[in-house]
């Protein structure tokens, strides 16, 4: 069963555009939410994350967006640049012993900026 | 300061071999957990350890093991290698859970 749910699959968008990525979750136990980066041949690095007692998270051109009470979470990347082009996952984990020290991630969002 | 380190970055195998692969995590970082990334199956955890104890695990056969040392440092092992095993394995750790920091991973091929 997938615990987190995430999409598109793959998004293009035109340079100076906004880039929105929407994940699903389902285990209300989670508490911590943070979206990874992925360039090629380089591991996962973290962008930005998010606890569930705030509705919405921002830095610089990067912004977390929380519906609790819907188990949705978004990224959304203002003025995208070409630079951006890279693999996006969100992510969850917190809350219970089962998921100790482990994340459960989205299948991962190709974006492409053109520009 | 230094990243999560992992060797080697590339290897080719041949089913029914074993590999070790390692990790060096960032210092002071008590926790490491190991996942699988396959374009078709995605960022799979496959096991987490602390303090030298393996805290958690994920669905993957026996042939997947691991083990951390006293100075943090980890190693996974994949015994009887098949082809589709091939994967790009990643190394994350952190203080708390607030902090993972992935490794650049090792590519292994089996052939």
């Known amino acids: 069963q997938q615990q987190v749910k995430q999409s598109p699959q793959s998004l293009i968008v035109q340079k100076g555009g906004i880039s929105i990525i929407n994940c699903a979750y389902e285990?209300?136990?989670?508490?911590?939410f943070p979206w990874y980066q992925q360039f090629p041949g380089k591991g996962p690095a973290l962008l930005i994350a998010?606890?569930?007692?705030?509705s919405e998270k921002k830095e610089g051109r990067f912004t977390i967006s929380f519906n609790k009470s819907a188990k949705q979470f978004s990224l959304h990347i203002m003025d995208s640049q070409p630079g951006d082009s890279a693999t996006y996952f969100c992510?969850?984990?917190?809350?219970?012993?089962?998921?100790?020290?482990?994340?459960?991630f989205g299948r991962g969002t190709q974006l492409t900026v053109w520009p | 300061k230094a990243g999560v380190t992992q060797t080697p970055r590339y290897l080719i195998k041949t089913r029914g071999q074993q590999v070790t692969l390692s990790c060096s995590p960032i210092?002071?970082?008590?926790?490491v957990s190991w996942y699988q990334q396959t374009p078709g199956q995605g960022l799979q955890f496959l096991f987490e350890?602390?303090?030298?104890?393996?805290?958690n695990k994920g669905n993957f056969p026996g042939r997947f093991s691991g083990r951390q040392f006293s100075n943090s440092r980890s190693e996974m092992n994949v015994s009887t290698l098949e082809l589709g095993d091939s994967a790009l394995y990643l190394c994350?750790?952190?203080?708390?859970?607030?902090?993972?920091?992935f490794g650049s991973g090792t590519r292994l091929t089996v052939v």
């Open positions: 994350a750790s952190s203080f708390s859970v607030e902090g993972y920091t």
């Open positions: 285990n209300t136990a989670f508490d911590y």
């Open positions: 998010i606890r569930p007692d705030v």
């Open positions: 992510a969850a984990t917190g809350g219970e012993s089962s998921t100790l020290g482990r994340l459960y």
């Open positions: 210092s002071g970082h008590r926790s």
């Open positions: 350890y602390f303090s030298e104890t393996q805290r």
